[in-house]
């Protein structure tokens, strides 16, 4: 997003949680009371964002994703509870959405008969795919925020997630999302475009995350010094990344075709974006080229690649700090799963024992 547009974006967030604030109490307390009664889960959400804007922890800085995942969040916890009353929900109510979200089936395992929502759902939209530890302490937040909301508009005392937690999960991380090898990502550039390469190498390279590619500017490039800037990061932190030389070229290469137009009935937003796509979209492109290039995508998605990244890194270098410096890691024991994710090389190094 363009910095003027994020102020403006930011400038109606704020205007949006002042109207809140600005109602007498009764009045507050009435629509929020009134939007739970009636089920209005995008008046719900207004509440709850005008609560993180003026009562989080981030406040005016909250980033476009959290505000993207918590509205999903509360969206889908109202459809949930088509059978609880919002304002006094039933004494388990949070538990049991929560061991509902873990039970997810596994991809490949038997699915329940798809409802009507389910089967005109968007292709690839993550409906029956279960989600990851981190996805559903997302869905909890976004729970309790919604409650914290209501309690600050004087709606309800009710507090149904205070005491849940996320089951704990037995897998090590570095077991849980597999990094593509080397190889794959060569297979991978073999059949992507020239948007799709980008998409590879800087996740596979750069290390960046799908939001941080979708979000890259042209301006944010310096080809010249092999640099490009990350301005909205990980919990909205701004970062210099260093590029490979294959990826400084394959920027300058989707460059000389964007200014060209030769990829004007592929984009879909402002051209000043390096990529085309927005997140989903970009998602879907790159599992289109796994799909072409025989990689599997289930158990690594487009994360893989900055695995792919951090492991490839660390065997290079043996250097932790190193690694976590590219790969911006705010605490270096994020870092410590790249020294024992790659199984295979400890096997290469014991075989002749």
Not at 25 to 35: D, N, T
Not at 240 to 263: C, E, I, P, Y
Not at 310 to 338: E, P
Request: some cysteine; glycine content about 8%; hydrophobic content about 40%.
């Amino acid at each position: 997003m363009r910095p003027e547009l994020e102020v403006a974006r930011s400038t109606d967030t704020l205007a949006r949680a002042e109207s809140w604030a600005g109602l007498p109490p009764e009045e507050l307390k009435r629509r929020a009371a009134g939007a739970a009664t009636n089920r209005d889960a995008e008046q719900l959400w207004a509440l709850t964002e005008a609560y993180l804007f003026l009562h989080g922890s981030r406040g005016a800085k909250v980033s476009r994703h959290t505000l993207r995942t918590y509205r999903r969040g509360v969206l889908d916890l109202v459809e949930a509870w088509a059978g609880e009353n919002l304002l006094r929900p039933s004494r388990d109510a949070g538990v049991v959405y929560m061991r509902r979200l873990e039970a997810r089936p596994a991809p490949g395992a038997a699915q329940p008969p798809k409802t009507k929502r389910a089967a005109t759902a968007r292709p690839d939209d993550g409906a029956d795919e279960p989600l990851s530890p981190a996805s559903l302490q997302v869905k909890l937040a976004a729970a309790r925020t919604l409650y914290k909301a209501l309690r600050w508009a004087g709606a309800t005392e009710a507090r149904p997630f205070d005491d849940v937690r996320v089951a704990k999960d037995p897998t090590p991380a570095w077991e849980k999302r597999r990094p593509y090898t080397d190889d794959e990502v060569e297979a991978l550039l073999e059949f992507a475009d020239p948007a799709e390469k980008i998409i590879v190498l800087l996740g596979a390279h750069a290390g960046l995350r799908i939001s941080e590619m979708t979000d890259l500017r042209w301006t944010d490039l310096d080809l010249e010094r092999g640099q490009l800037r990350v301005r909205s990061g990980k919990g909205g932190k701004a970062a210099t990344v260093s590029l490979t030389k294959r990826l400084r070229d394959a920027l300058s290469d989707l460059r000389l075709v964007a200014m060209s137009g030769q990829n004007g009935k592929n984009r879909q937003r402002d051209s000043g974006l390096v990529l085309p796509w927005a997140a989903d979209h970009a998602r879907r492109r790159f599992k289109h080229v796994c799909a072409l290039a025989g990689v599997e995508y289930v158990s690594a998605g487009v994360h893989g690649l900055r695995h792919g990244a951090g492991t490839r890194y660390y065997r290079q270098t043996g250097d932790l700090g190193r690694v976590a410096a590219h790969l911006r890691h705010a605490d270096i024991q994020t870092t410590r799963i790249y020294a024992k994710i790659s199984a295979q090389s400890i096997g290469e190094d014991i075989e002749d024992w």
